[in-house]
């Protein structure tokens, strides 16, 4: 759940960058683009030793600091590609790359607070970054795999948002708006099943979830393109055996079905991976 919890911050600190960006000038983007530094000055990476169950925290700033806290080499690899890519398409590589948890602080020596470093320059910093301290080599690769096709299993199901929410964007909501954001968020766990509650949310946000649930490319075929609520109850998935046949409780699939109308639909396509062709334990500093 923590894991969940860190992911879904992740993706919206970026999501919301991203969105910050699209509303700047043209002209200014492109000066920017044409003179980000493509490396962190300095880099400090040190080894976690706390114990701590969280999943990876990120931080970006816009000055172009990264932070990484409690991270594996495979969350860090994820971030450098702006979390394109999910956990199951960074393939290959040690075991230590999923045990061992590192602390990174990076930054450019010179940074300037009138300019936003976008997700996409911070990447670029980053995959720098693990090359040199991790001795990172990486390719890309297309191979085939098992993925999900979503699909309307009841047409009408769904309970379209009735604007009761605020959808997110680069600017506050006015100080007036009692309404709540709109988006994902996670009740706590009882009797080992997992709560997810969606206000105000889009099939392509819903999709991206599910995927990182399933472990596999989830393919939305629903043709839905208004916001809806709902609430989804099932319990996740620990391997592929029990995303078939799970037996301590509703699965996601059974629970899509029964409870929003959906289905997931098996086939076998094309998904590019990432592949580690060699890493190393950092040195320390």
């Excluded at 393939?91 to 990174?104: N, Q, T």
């Excluded at 998935?237 to 959906?262: C, H, K, W, Y």
Aim: charged share 20%; net charge neutral; glycine share 6%.
């Amino acid at each position: 759940m923590a894991n969940a919890l860190m992911a879904s911050a992740r993706l919206l600190a970026l999501l919301t960058l991203t969105a910050v960006l699209c509303s700047l000038p043209t002209q200014l983007l492109a000066q920017a683009a044409a003179t980000a530094p493509t490396t962190f000055d300095v880099a400090s990476v040190r080894k976690n030793t706390s114990g701590g169950a969280a999943g990876g925290q990120f931080q970006i700033f816009p000055g172009g600091q990264f932070r990484a806290a409690n991270a594996t080499v495979r969350q860090l690899v994820q971030a450098a590609y702006d979390f394109t890519y999910e956990r199951f398409q960074i393939v290959g590589g040690p075991s230590w790359i999923d045990d061992e948890r590192y602390d990174v602080q990076a930054a450019p020596v010179a940074q300037s607070r009138d300019r936003i470093a976008t997700a996409q320059e911070i990447a670029v910093r980053i995959q720098a970054m693990l090359a040199d301290r991790f001795k990172l080599v990486l390719r890309r690769e297309t191979r085939e795999m098992q993925l999900y096709d979503l699909r309307l299993a009841r047409p009408g199901a769904l309970r379209a948002n009735t604007g009761t929410c605020a959808p997110r964007t680069p600017e506050p909501k006015a100080a007036d708006d009692a309404r709540p954001y709109c988006g994902l968020s996670f009740l706590p766990d009882s009797g080992g099943l997992e709560h997810l509650v969606g206000t105000g949310v889009r099939i392509p946000v819903l999709t991206r979830r599910l995927q990182q649930l399933v472990e596999a490319i989830v393919v939305d075929q629903t043709d839905l393109v208004a916001t809806y609520d709902f609430t989804l109850d099932y319990v996740r998935p620990r391997n592929f055996a029990e995303r078939r046949d799970v037996t301590d409780g509703v699965s996601i699939f059974t629970a899509l079905q029964e409870q929003m109308g959906m289905r997931l639909v098996p086939r076998r396509g094309p998904v590019e991976v990432m592949v580690i062709d060699s890493v190393e334990r950092p040195a320390e500093n």
